[in-house]
Every structure is written in C-alpha cells, then in structure tokens.
C-alpha cells in the first residue's frame, strides 16, 4: 500500500497541483479537437436540424472506461461526468496524461462500465485543473489504475498478436470481391478467448485488444463507427481491394523512390494526355445535354486498371477514426500527373481526376459510391441485379394468370395447405379477394407531383348517414396494396426489409420494390387504367371539433382512381401556389392540365375542410413544431448517361468520354408553407390514417410499430409557454428563437406500444404508426401484413392473432431505427453536395468566372446581399490558425463555415451575419466556407 501512495502522490506532482495548473494543451489534445487538416478531405457540416433535435446519449456512465478517437488520435480515458452545452451533451474524460478532455460521446469507441468505483469521479470535481488535494488525489488514482490497466492491455495485445495475424483470411466473404462483417465477439470466440476466468476484466482485455488490433488494420477492416460504442462492428474489406491497395502501395513506393520502372510513371503520362481532351471537351459541351463515347485513340492496360480501381475505391467519407490505406497510394499517383504539390490528397481532387479521365461521368454521385450504402452501382439498362428482377417479376406474373383461382389462405402470409410458395412465388390469388369492400363508383384521388413515382395513396369522401354525426364525412385513406401480390417469404419482401425504403436522390431513384412488379403488377394507384384495383383502407370519421370520433379499417377495391396535381387541387381550393423558392431563378412552369370538374372540386372542398378541422385541433394542444428550408435539386434527364462500371473496364479496356452536363434546377423547400393548401391537406390525412391504424392495431391485440417522439426538454415552463406562444398558424416556431431559448427536441424512435407522438399531439395509449407509404417503406408493408392478417382470421372466426409476434417486431423497430438514421444521413449528404455542385458551376459559368460572386448582375444572385446566420460557437482552429463557426445560409438553404474570425469575435447563436463567399468546395462531403463581408 505505501508504493501506491508514492505512485499517487507522484502522479498528483505530474498532473499539477491546485496553485499552478498546466495551461497549456498538450499536442496530442490539440490535434485531437482540430478540425481535420487534410487538404480537401472534407468534414461534413452537421444538418441544423441533428443539432437541435439530440438523443441524449449519456449511456456511458462516470467511472467507465473509454477508448477516444478522432482525426488519427487515439487516447484512453476514465468519463468523470456529462454537461450540456450549446444544445447537445458531452463528455468530460480524464486520460492517463492527466488531462480532462471534453468530447463528444461519438468519440467513444469502446466502453468498460464500472472501471472505477463511482464515488471517485465525483471526488475529481469537473474543473479542468483540480483545485483542491482531494479532486488531486482522486484523479492520481484513477490515472494510476488507467496507467496499470494500459500495462496490461499491452501484455494482451503482444500474448494474440501472432493469433490476430491469420484472423482476416477466416473472417473475409469467400466471394473475392464481396464484403463481409464482423463484431469483435465473433473474433474473441474464433481465437477462444477467455470464459469463466476468474479476473473479470480479462475477458475484457481481451475483447479490446481485439477491437484495437482490428482498428490498427484498416487495409482489412473498416470500423462501422458510428454504432461502434455498442455494437462493435467493423466491415471486411474484400479480398480484392485488399491486394488492390498492397500492390499499387507497391506501385507508389517505387515511384516514390524514384524508380522508373513503376507501372505509375506510363498511367500519369497517358492520363495527362487524356485529361488535356477531356478539358478542351467540357468548355466545347458546355451547353449540350449530357452523353457518353467510346475513344478509340486510347485504352487502358491492366496496370492502368489496378491503379484505377485504386483511385477509385478511394472516393468515399471517411471518418477519421482510423488510418485511410488509400492516402499513400492516391498521393503518388496524383503527385506523378503534376497536379498537386501537398502532402495530403483530398477526395475532391481525386474524384475531379477520375471525371477527367472519364472514369467517373461528370455529374457523377458521389455519396451513393460506397459499396456498404448497399445501392445499385450499375445503371438500369446494364445491371444485372434489374435484369433479374425483371425475370424474376415476369416468371411470376404468368405463374399467376395460369395459376387455379384459390380459396383464402388461414393467414395471408401462406399459401393454401395444397399449395405452398417458395421464395419466388407471388401470391396465386387475392388472398382477400372475398371480403374486400367494394367502394364502387366513389372517386378516389390521388395527388401529386406531375411525373411523381410510385404513387401509394389516394383519398375519397362521402356523408355520413347518421343524424348522431351532423355535418360529418366519411374520409377514406385508400393506400396500394403490395401485399395482395407479395407474400412475406417473398424474394421482394426480403430485399424490401435489406433495403427498407425508397431512395429519391436527384441523379437516380433507387426503389424498395422493383419497378417491374410495380408496373407490372399494376401495384401503383392508377397503374391499371380502370380496372379495380386492390387498397387497404383507413377510414376515418372526423367531428366538427377536429378529434377522431370513429375509425374502420377494410382491405377494399377502389375503381374509380383520378390522378390530378398539387397545383389543380390549389386552383380548385382557391390556395395560394405553393412552391420552392427559386433563389438562381428557373422555377418550373404551374401545371396547365385543366381545370378539375364541379364534383371532384366539391370533393376537394369537403376533403379541405376535415384535413383544417384536424390542423385546427392541434393547435389546441401543447405542441409545436420546426424546422429550416432545405435544398432540393432536380436533375433532367434523370437518370442520366451513367458511368462505365469497372466491370466494363477491365472487360473492354476502352477509355470513355462525356460531353455536356444534365440541366440542374435549384430550389429551397419550406415545410410550414407547404403545410397550407393541397399539400398540407394530404399530410393530415395521411397522418389520421396512421392514427386509425394505431388503434386497429391495440384494439385487435396486433403488435405494431409505432413511432415515438417525447416532449421536447426546455429550461423551465415559462420558456416552454413563450415557445407555445409564439407558433404561427401551422403550428410552426421559429428554429433559431427556440435554439436561443435553450430548447432540446429529443430524437424520435420506434416502439412496439402505443407510445405518445408528441409532435402530432398523440397521446400515449393511442400511438401512430407508418401505414401510408407500403410500395417505399418496409414498415408500412409489414404493417399491412399484420392487418391484414388479422382481417382474414376474424372474417373466418379464428380471432385477429397475427404472425409477427410482438419480440419479432421490437427486433425490426431496432432494426429500422439503426438503419433510417444512417438512410438520413446519406440523403442529407446527397441533397447537401448537389446544392454545393449547383453553386460551384454557376459560379464557374464562363459569363460569371471572371466576376466576384457579389458583383454578378442579374435579378437572380443569391450573394447579392449574402447573410448568414449563426449556428454554433465561436471555436479555434489549431491547425488553420483561426477561429471559425458554422452559419446557416438562408438564400441557399445550407450550412457553411464563418473562418479566419479572431479570438476576441463573440457571435451568440441566432445572430446575423454579412458575409461574402470565400471557397467552394466539391468532394464527397463537400463544402462551402464563408468570411465576414
């Protein structure tokens, strides 16, 4: 015991005592917290909406143990306590130096709870420096019990080095060119790691030293990071990108090395030639609409292809948590073609030389490159994956019109008993067809955009007959019915749950469900030219008060479907257009189908008035809600002329060339007012169909998804009652006012309860669930499959008892979480990049080049008058040797950096700001950065 009190009292010297604390960050901390440096590789800017709506993810408990990562830094560290700060909560850890370093818990990478007894991290006080001797000697002995433990980790890291050696070729896809996955439990159990030992921590030690071997090896294993904290998953790379990077690592060396003979001295020499045309080739096409050539003048070898493939993989976000394998060879390559004279090679300039070297189409994406997003990279005429699908839609249809009509199935998800299906086989038969309500001649109405995919719902209305509901309709929520068509066990339904929902980006849409049985099957609401059609239907009855007084849930037939637009609805209504706000100009022209008959605009008229009645209600209640304009950017022809595959490539060897670039239209989207006239008409239908179907569902005893938000957190009632107060007629608040007054919108989640929807002013016990949207949306389409279900077994007198039982939905709604936040990341990203690439060619127009972005003439300059408006702290740059923010740019819908502010530069968040454009940055996550005018 008296050595570690030496040993206390010694680290209680080194880390400084309370009359003269370090001042000074040491280097590591410095680089930790920096904004990442590499030249172009760039840090996306988070949505403002991420900010203010926050998971409070204070799971990691004082006294844990955490392993810290960011920006090539790795530190260990003991969490003494949370704080909340600027809208979001952070972490204060002590590491084995004796700094307290405040981080985000997304810097977390690995936990140990109860490292240290939980009484000794609120005796270190949560200052930076302790002030008194007994916050010194508390973090004296969790440094030395952090130090003794790092000891021992590297005793376990050296004991399975020589094991972990021979790990990846029994954890990689057999398939050389797949990917594949891993947790570190699956590795601790492949090397039989330690059970029952009586050292509780070994098992510990060993999963961690697992998880850091794993991290060091980034050429074979890919962390999934942002999960990592509790799901300890990383991605395997294939056995092809991995000799892809050793060999032109290799290739890099030697030309690094000065030797001739490196396969990268003839590929620099042949791309400078071709990137030389490609540039004489876009200022010619400048004008033209996008298309796509062979050049017989060039080809490519198979050293031209290696390097290629390389240059390639490489063009994807990459969080700086590990080390990039790819950062060495892209450099050299880049270096010997002349282009850059840095150190560090960001994604922009490789991604600009693939497009030059028509590797990449000029309007390439490049957010959805990432083979781990899990979308198609062929294009549609070419892919396979399509061309098996089509086969696979065609196979079955015809199977089904030969198919003997059969009598309903005890549960929709199975076929009759003498006729099982396998995973190819559609259903042979409605499996309803005998008690679906025939809604006869009613109209049903399905509104949209011109040209809009997949059209899933449709709505009708019709008087109620009872005298105990005066001056109340019927509304009937009619949505497509996949599942009349696709059995569960189906090939669709499962690449449906892998793929979750419909991917709308502006170069491509990548659908849930196969166009092909959409078309095909005729599963889009006026897909079948007249014809009845299959709908599950939400009926709802709405009072003269707003409040859901009766609901019915029926699969029916509808026959008389009418397709009309948003704006023929407004026209009919007599609402103002509503549209996107056009900040470059080009706005597209109104909708000039003509006018809409007397009956459907009496409908129109009575459809109005319930969807206000439902609006009206809620701004009796306690609710509120907001949100920011957005970017949206349209992309025609869509798709356009698609990118040579590497497939194609390596097969031909031929060099592709592109002319021209797809038109690009550039608008600014704003909920609040599209919650007026037809559009926020059929949000709240749509939103009391989720109801309904909320309530079918606790009322039958069928487990649902619902989703959950909770009561926003605000620092006291009275800032709450002024939020309250200041809604405006859609029941909207202004963002930065409730950013200033402190306000914390918790993130939503999914539950198999009737939870509260607290946003919607759903109140626990009824709950919402998603049911509008099956055709792009699994949880919609699972949804159907338990109601309907459920409807077939009462109809035949078996109860309502579904087939997903309740741990298998909780199983998807966690399942569904984890996998929407990451869909909405990558559609963030994808809107924020098409924004940033409109601005950087519009700026970069021969008429506009030559001219300051304030200075261009024209009626149609958003940096006219450029104003943005603050977002966060005020924060150094150690690196850039600045201060900087982040700003929300009003007139073009994104965020951008405030730089080169001084240390003395005090912004509140909220505060507007004149500012001038500084750099466009395009990139997978590209970037614009601004300075004060």
Same mark, same amino acid.
């Given at each position: 015991m008296g050595s570690r009190h030496l040993q206390e009292n010694r680290l209680a010297a080194a880390i400084g005592t309370t009359g003269a604390p370090r001042t000074v960050a040491s280097q590591e901390k410095s680089r930790f917290f920096a904004p990442w440096e590499g030249s172009g590789s760039n840090v996306a800017l988070e949505p403002l909406e991420a900010r203010l709506v926050q998971q409070v993810d204070v799971d990691v408990d004082p006294g844990a143990f955490v392993e810290l990562r960011r920006n090539g830094i790795q530190v260990n560290g003991i969490v003494i306590f949370h704080y909340f700060e600027n809208r979001t909560w952070r972490t204060a850890?002590?590491?084995?130096?004796?700094?307290?370093?405040?981080?985000?818990?997304?810097?977390?990478?690995?936990?140990?709870?109860?490292?240290?007894?939980?009484?000794?991290?609120?005796?270190?006080?949560?200052e930076e420096f302790a002030t008194s001797p007994i916050q010194l000697q508390a973090r004296a002995r969790i440094i030395r019990h952090l130090r003794d433990f790092e000891k021992r980790m590297e005793q376990t890291q050296a004991a399975i080095g020589s094991l972990m050696g021979d790990i990846y070729p029994l954890v990689c896809s057999p398939n050389p060119d797949a990917w594949s996955s891993i947790t570190t439990d699956d590795v601790v159990r492949l090397l039989k790691g330690p059970n029952g030992a009586s050292d509780n921590l070994l098992p510990l030690l060993f999963q961690l030293a697992v998880h850091k071997f794993l991290m060091s090896k980034s050429t074979h294993f890919v962390a999934v990071s942002r999960e990592l904290k509790t799901v300890q998953t990383f991605d395997v790379r294939p056995q092809s990108m991995v000799e892809n990077i050793k060999t032109v690592t290799q290739m890099a060396k030697l030309w690094l090395h000065g030797e001739e003979h490196s396969p990268i001295t003839p590929f620099a020499k042949k791309a400078?030639?071709?990137?030389?045309?490609?540039?004489?080739?876009?200022?010619?096409?400048?004008?033209?609409p996008p298309s796509v050539h062979e050049n017989p003048q060039f080809s490519w070898t198979k050293d031209d292809l290696t390097i290629i493939k390389c240059l390639y993989d490489s063009v994807r976000k990459h969080r700086h948590v590990q080390d990039d394998p790819y950062t060495y060879p892209t450099t050299a390559i880049v270096k010997a073609m002349g282009m850059v004279d840095t150190d560090r090679i960001g994604d922009p300039t490789v991604a600009k030389l693939l497009m030059d070297l028509g590797v990449f189409?000029?309007?390439?994406?490049?957010?959805?490159?990432?083979?781990?997003?899990?979308?198609?990279?062929?294009?549609?005429?070419?892919?396979?994956?399509?061309?098996?699908?089509?086969?696979?839609?065609?196979?079955?249809?015809?199977?089904?019109?030969?198919?003997?009509?059969?009598?309903?199935?005890?549960?929709?998800?199975?076929?009759?008993?003498?006729?099982?299906?396998?995973?190819?086989?559609?259903?042979?038969?409605?499996p309803l067809s005998s008690i679906r309500h025939d809604f006869g001649n009613l109209p049903v109405y399905v509104i949209d955009d011109p040209g809009a995919e997949e059209l899933d719902d449709g709505i009708s209305i019709e008087p109620h007959p009872s005298s105990s509901h005066p001056n109340c309709h019927w509304v009937h929520i009619?949505?497509?019915?996949?599942?009349?068509?696709?059995?569960?066990?189906?090939?669709?339904?499962?690449?449906?749950?892998?793929?979750?929902?419909?991917?709308?980006?502006?170069?491509?849409?990548?659908?849930?469900? +196969? @166009?092909?049985?959409?078309? %095909?099957?005729?599963?889009?609401?006026?897909? /079948?030219?007249?014809? *009845?059609? $299959?709908?599950?239907?939400?009926?709802?009855?709405?009072?003269?008060?707003?409040?859901?007084?009766?609901?019915?849930?029926?699969?029916?037939?509808?026959r008389d479907v009418r397709c009309i637009s948003y704006d023929q609805v407004d026209k009919a209504l007599g609402a103002k257009r509503v549209g996107r706000f056009y900040p470059f100009g080009?706005? +597209? @022209?109104?909708?000039?189908? %003509?006018?809409?008959?007397?009956?459907?605009? /009496?409908?129109?008229? *009575?459809? $109005?008035?319930?969807?206000?009645?439902?609006?009206?209600?809620?701004?009796?209640?306690?609710?509120?809600?907001?949100?920011?304009?957005?970017?949206?950017?349209?992309?025609?022809?869509?798709?356009?002329?698609?990118?040579?595959?590497?497939?194609?490539?390596?097969?031909?060897?031929?060099?592709?060339?592109?002319?021209?670039?797809p038109n690009l239209s550039y608008g600014i989207t704003d909920i609040p007012s599209e919650s007026e006239g037809s559009r926020g008409m059929v949000s709240e239908l749509m939103k009391v169909a989720g109801r309904a179907a909320s309530l079918f569902c606790t009322d039958h005893d069928i487990p649902a998804i619902r989703r959950h938000t909770p009561q926003p957190l605000t620092p006291s009632d009275d800032v709450f009652e002024k939020l309250l107060k200041s809604r405006n007629s859609q029941g909207f608040i202004n963002y930065f006012q409730a950013t200033g007054m402190g306000l914390l919108s918790l993130a939503g989640q999914y539950s198999v309860d009737p939870v509260e929807h607290w946003t919607l002013g759903i109140p626990e016990g009824e709950g919402y669930c998603r049911a509008t949207s099956p055709l792009r949306r699994f949880i919609d389409m699972t949804l159907h499959y338990q109601i309907k279900d459920a409807l077939l077994l009462k109809k035949l007198g078996m109860g309502t008892k579904a087939f997903f039982d309740r741990e298998w939905m909780q199983g998807l709604a966690e399942e569904v979480s984890l996998k929407e936040r990451r869909l909405r990341r990558l559609e963030i990203s994808n809107v924020d990049n098409w924004a940033i690439t409109y601005v950087h060619r519009w700026?970069?127009?021969?008429?506009?080049?030559?001219l300051a972005p304030a200075e261009?003439?024209?009626?149609?300059?958003?940096?006219?008058?450029?104003?943005?408006?603050?977002?966060?702290?005020?924060?150094?740059?150690?690196?850039?040797?600045?201060?900087?923010?982040?700003?929300?740019?009003?007139?073009?819908?994104?965020?951008?950096?405030?730089?080169?502010?001084?240390?003395?530069?005090?912004?509140?968040?909220?505060?507007?700001?004149?500012?001038?454009?500084?750099?466009?940055?395009?990139?997978?996550?590209?970037?614009?950065?601004?300075?004060?005018?």
């Amino acid at each position: 015991m008296g050595s570690r009190h030496l040993q206390e009292n010694r680290l209680a010297a080194a880390i400084g005592t309370t009359g003269a604390p370090r001042t000074v960050a040491s280097q590591e901390k410095s680089r930790f917290f920096a904004p990442w440096e590499g030249s172009g590789s760039n840090v996306a800017l988070e949505p403002l909406e991420a900010r203010l709506v926050q998971q409070v993810d204070v799971d990691v408990d004082p006294g844990a143990f955490v392993e810290l990562r960011r920006n090539g830094i790795q530190v260990n560290g003991i969490v003494i306590f949370h704080y909340f700060e600027n809208r979001t909560w952070r972490t204060a850890s002590l590491t084995s130096t004796g700094e307290l370093w405040e981080h985000k818990p997304s810097d977390i990478m690995f936990t140990i709870p109860n490292f240290v007894e939980r009484d000794l991290p609120r005796r270190c006080g949560q200052e930076e420096f302790a002030t008194s001797p007994i916050q010194l000697q508390a973090r004296a002995r969790i440094i030395r019990h952090l130090r003794d433990f790092e000891k021992r980790m590297e005793q376990t890291q050296a004991a399975i080095g020589s094991l972990m050696g021979d790990i990846y070729p029994l954890v990689c896809s057999p398939n050389p060119d797949a990917w594949s996955s891993i947790t570190t439990d699956d590795v601790v159990r492949l090397l039989k790691g330690p059970n029952g030992a009586s050292d509780n921590l070994l098992p510990l030690l060993f999963q961690l030293a697992v998880h850091k071997f794993l991290m060091s090896k980034s050429t074979h294993f890919v962390a999934v990071s942002r999960e990592l904290k509790t799901v300890q998953t990383f991605d395997v790379r294939p056995q092809s990108m991995v000799e892809n990077i050793k060999t032109v690592t290799q290739m890099a060396k030697l030309w690094l090395h000065g030797e001739e003979h490196s396969p990268i001295t003839p590929f620099a020499k042949k791309a400078k030639e071709i990137i030389a045309l490609a540039h004489e080739r876009e200022a010619a096409s400048l004008n033209e609409p996008p298309s796509v050539h062979e050049n017989p003048q060039f080809s490519w070898t198979k050293d031209d292809l290696t390097i290629i493939k390389c240059l390639y993989d490489s063009v994807r976000k990459h969080r700086h948590v590990q080390d990039d394998p790819y950062t060495y060879p892209t450099t050299a390559i880049v270096k010997a073609m002349g282009m850059v004279d840095t150190d560090r090679i960001g994604d922009p300039t490789v991604a600009k030389l693939l497009m030059d070297l028509g590797v990449f189409a000029p309007w390439q994406d490049l957010v959805t490159l990432d083979p781990m997003v899990g979308l198609d990279p062929d294009p549609v005429e070419k892919s396979s994956l399509v061309q098996a699908e089509n086969a696979l839609t065609e196979k079955g249809l015809a199977a089904r019109q030969t198919a003997p009509a059969s009598k309903p199935s005890v549960a929709t998800k199975r076929a009759t008993p003498l006729q099982p299906l396998g995973p190819e086989d559609f259903y042979p038969s409605d499996p309803l067809s005998s008690i679906r309500h025939d809604f006869g001649n009613l109209p049903v109405y399905v509104i949209d955009d011109p040209g809009a995919e997949e059209l899933d719902d449709g709505i009708s209305i019709e008087p109620h007959p009872s005298s105990s509901h005066p001056n109340c309709h019927w509304v009937h929520i009619h949505i497509a019915d996949p599942t009349s068509l696709i059995p569960p066990t189906h090939t669709f339904a499962i690449q449906a749950r892998q793929r979750l929902q419909t991917q709308y980006f502006a170069h491509r849409t990548f659908p849930m469900l +196969p @166009k092909s049985v959409i078309e %095909g099957g005729g599963l889009s609401l006026g897909g /079948k030219g007249g014809e *009845g059609e $299959n709908v599950l239907t939400f009926s709802v009855l709405v009072d003269g008060e707003g409040n859901l007084a009766e609901y019915k849930v029926r699969a029916g037939i509808v026959r008389d479907v009418r397709c009309i637009s948003y704006d023929q609805v407004d026209k009919a209504l007599g609402a103002k257009r509503v549209g996107r706000f056009y900040p470059f100009g080009g706005a +597209p @022209k109104e909708d000039e189908r %003509g006018e809409l008959d007397e009956e459907t605009v /009496k409908s129109l008229k *009575g459809l $109005n008035a319930v969807a206000r009645r439902l609006q009206a209600r809620m701004l009796t209640l306690p609710v509120f809600q907001f949100t920011l304009p957005k970017p949206a950017v349209t992309m025609t022809p869509k798709p356009s002329p698609s990118s040579p595959s590497l497939a194609h490539l390596a097969s031909s060897g031929s060099v592709t060339e592109f002319r021209g670039f797809p038109n690009l239209s550039y608008g600014i989207t704003d909920i609040p007012s599209e919650s007026e006239g037809s559009r926020g008409m059929v949000s709240e239908l749509m939103k009391v169909a989720g109801r309904a179907a909320s309530l079918f569902c606790t009322d039958h005893d069928i487990p649902a998804i619902r989703r959950h938000t909770p009561q926003p957190l605000t620092p006291s009632d009275d800032v709450f009652e002024k939020l309250l107060k200041s809604r405006n007629s859609q029941g909207f608040i202004n963002y930065f006012q409730a950013t200033g007054m402190g306000l914390l919108s918790l993130a939503g989640q999914y539950s198999v309860d009737p939870v509260e929807h607290w946003t919607l002013g759903i109140p626990e016990g009824e709950g919402y669930c998603r049911a509008t949207s099956p055709l792009r949306r699994f949880i919609d389409m699972t949804l159907h499959y338990q109601i309907k279900d459920a409807l077939l077994l009462k109809k035949l007198g078996m109860g309502t008892k579904a087939f997903f039982d309740r741990e298998w939905m909780q199983g998807l709604a966690e399942e569904v979480s984890l996998k929407e936040r990451r869909l909405r990341r990558l559609e963030i990203s994808n809107v924020d990049n098409w924004a940033i690439t409109y601005v950087h060619r519009w700026l970069n127009h021969p008429s506009r080049k030559h001219l300051a972005p304030a200075e261009i003439p024209g009626p149609h300059n958003p940096f006219a008058d450029f104003k943005g408006v603050v977002a966060g702290m005020v924060r150094p740059d150690v690196v850039a040797k600045y201060h900087q923010t982040d700003v929300h740019l009003p007139a073009l819908g994104v965020m951008a950096r405030l730089i080169h502010l001084k240390a003395h530069d005090e912004y509140e968040v909220g505060d507007v700001v004149d500012l001038k454009l500084d750099t466009v940055t395009l990139g997978v996550s590209a970037r614009i950065d601004v300075v004060k005018r």
